[in-house]
């Protein structure tokens, strides 16, 4: 056991898996420069991880990591941020996800993990007061995310345990496997739990009870004294709480022509069968589950409880039904809800990432209906648009790398070239990774999941704003200074407003606050802007911050991660461009039907978002112009040395 200090709190340590060693990490004057969370993993994988790394090499990091706000009295500080190379894209890759481990994770006395080795046996790691165990995992290889959670927590007698852990798909190296947090929180994308798996590390769990301390905590309440109300009797803060982040957010996503649907062929579905998967027509239980740490909105306490008779899945009981699984709705046009839940429950237990997995899945789908794929391909299975049995099955079978899934279990991409026949103009993906997100209508939304360092994902630098067009552009004006913000149909300013919403966004995340509670949430600036985010700040530091000085943060993370890209991959700027398909085939139906991305604009938008970051125009690459200011001379060096630059 690597025994604490008594004293120690916000320690950076490295586990060494392979000679079961612990050490404690130095970082200098990092934390002033990047705060926390996302932002010192990014950090560290820049210094530490060499470009000729592989995926799933022992060398490999894998870095866990609470910002700076987070087991605070700052609302939503609960974000856990895992970060590492990416299994599809060999870029970057960072996830988030909530619940209380990073409060657990924080209140022993660790902001930050670094996980490097290979342990010879199944092994999990176990972070108290006291310091930090190698418990055997031999037990737990093989079992599902929520066994696991509760044998952990029998093993160590102590309900209170909260980890971030591997179902069997990040055992059997599943490219599209993810790390599950408090049974239903993932953190997806980018093969977290391969990367995981590979390392034979089954989980990470933590118990802490210090208490988290902060410079000003008289600033601290007044702010909150401020900003809870707003929050609370807001209309979006009153409809997460009413009807859950799904229930919150489905209905304008489909009237935005936002959802995929039946994989690329619309962006917009059946008003008649949404219904069917939302609140109201859903049975809540008169329970209520305990939410995220310190969070106000509750947009997970609602626990669905299906009966006998309720449906074929039934009886089933649920909680944080999430607003990506909605997507495999549309996407596979399943109208069934119980069927939803019973997704939503295979791939939390299984731990597959619920973004990629709908991809791959749905590209099957639409090349079956197209002759694309044939029975001869698929073991023999039908795959018929809404057959959610043949759809669970699927999962399962990606899950353990059953004949036609593993096939699947690598990705659209990987599937989609081995198969061949054309198959690749229905395979959804940018930079080698699934995309899950409809782009045609709102054109700032495309750009920032297109340009996103951490391949394709809307939590990055996409615009939530084009979901609200009735909005002003007075308002527009005057949060963002472009009257575009809320125009989805409009290119013009939208590479301007991504280059905004990139740097605030690795902001919030350096401080490990849930984006909802922040204008990702309410974009009339009601909820958490760069201002709140600086008082917030400077009360958790006792330095004054401003909201300037919150955005260079902001723009400091993000240029770390582009010039981890460079070295790394051969990135430029054709890999900033969209699907094919969605440049020549138009939306079909809904109030946007008819519009698809033209090209000629996309490039004068993708000038547009390169200038406001100061980089390249012809290669999408960092200039020297770009780092003014950032006080990052060792990145200039080693992209200069690299020929990057």
Known sequence: MYHFPSYALGQTLRVDLTRRKVESV????????????????????????????????????????????????????????????NAFTGGINYSHAGGFFSTELKRAGVD???????????????????????????????????ETMETIRNELKDPNVHAALIGPAGENIVRLSCVIIDKVRACGAGGLGAIMGSKNLKAVAARGTKKVTIADHDSLEELNSRLLPRVTRSEFGRAMQKMGVHG??????????????????????????LDKILFPALPLSEERFITCWNCPMNCSAHIYDFKEGQGPYAPIKMHAFQCNTTYWAPALDIDEPTALFKIFETLSRNGLDNDSTLVVLSWAFECYERGLLTEADTDGLELTWGDHAQIINLIHKITYRQGFGNLLAEGVKSASEKIGRGTDYYAIQIKGQDETDALRAAKGWALGIVTSVRGPRHLHGAPLTEFTPTRSTELSQSLFNIPTAYQPLTYEGKGKLVHWWERY???????????????????????????ELAEYLSAITGRTVSADEIMMIGKRIHNVEKAFNALHTNFDRKDDMPPTIYTKEPIKSGKYKGELLDIENWNKMLDEYYGENGWDIATGLQTKASFEGLGLAEVIQRLEKAGKL
């Open 26 to 85: 130095d970082i200098g004057d990092a934390t002033n420069r990047f705060v926390g969370g996302r932002g010192i993993s990014s950090w560290l994988l820049f210094n530490e991880l060499k470009p000729e790394t592989g995926v799933y090499d022992p060398e490999n990091l894998l870095i866990f990591s609470a910002g700076a706000a987070v087991g605070s009295d700052v609302p939503s500080s609960n974000r856990t941020c895992i970060t590492s190379k």
């Open 248 to 273: 919150a957010f489905a209905k304008s996503v489909n009237e935005n022509c936002l959802y995929r649907t039946r994989n690329s062929q619309d962006d917009h579905w059946n008003a008649r069968k």
């Open 112 to 146: 930050t993990l670094i996980v490097t080795g290979k342990s010879d046996a199944p092994v999990y790691l176990f972070i108290s007061d006291e310091g930090i165990q190698f418990k055997d995992a031999g037990n737990l290889w093989g079992k599902d995310t929520f």
């Open 505 to 531: 966004k690795a902001a919030v995340d350096a401080l490990g606050v849930c984006y909802y509670i922040t204008w990702w949430g309410e974009t009339a600036g009601e909820f958490m802007g760069p201002d």
